[in-house]
């Protein structure tokens, strides 16, 4: 959903597509750099929105991974781009529960269903994610040391 996003972003901030003939005037505005940035950043942040039904999640994701140079209208945009997409999903999943939308009505619009059952853990399995936590954290503290040391070995080479 993230790549399907940012490419439909790209094919939008080129003007569309003149092999389909799926260009439209208005589409010229968006051919400089910062403006296909922002429409791959905000549909990266659609992909996301939709994908985990998450429109903060996408926003960050954007801002983390997609985003070149954040700007504060950027931010906004973003917010909008999954707003609406949260909006028309929501809008999308009710149709599909109707019936009618053959296969995507059975789960395969959005594979992550929400489920009222709750789970119930063992001392056995909360021992076992204790431990696993404890063992990843001394691990995370580990390669923390070592890129530090690693880092102040190559910052004396290379004086």
Known sequence: MVH???CIANLLGQGGS???HLTCNWLRYFKNDRDRRDLITCGCAAGVAAAFRAPVGGVL???EEAAS???SALLWRAFFTT???AVVLRTLIEFCRSGKCGLFGQ???IMFD???TVATYSSPDLLAIILLGIIGGIFGGL???LLDKILRIYSIINE
Request: glycine content about 12%.
């Open 83 to 85: 707003a609406v997409v």
């Open 61 to 63: 994701f954007a801002l």
């Open 69 to 71: 140079w954040w700007r």
């Open 114 to 116: 929400l489920s009222s």
């Open 107 to 109: 789960g395969g619009l």
């Open 143 to 145: 390669f923390n040391f």
């Open 18 to 20: 003149r092999k389909y």
């Open 4 to 6: 399907t996003g940012a």
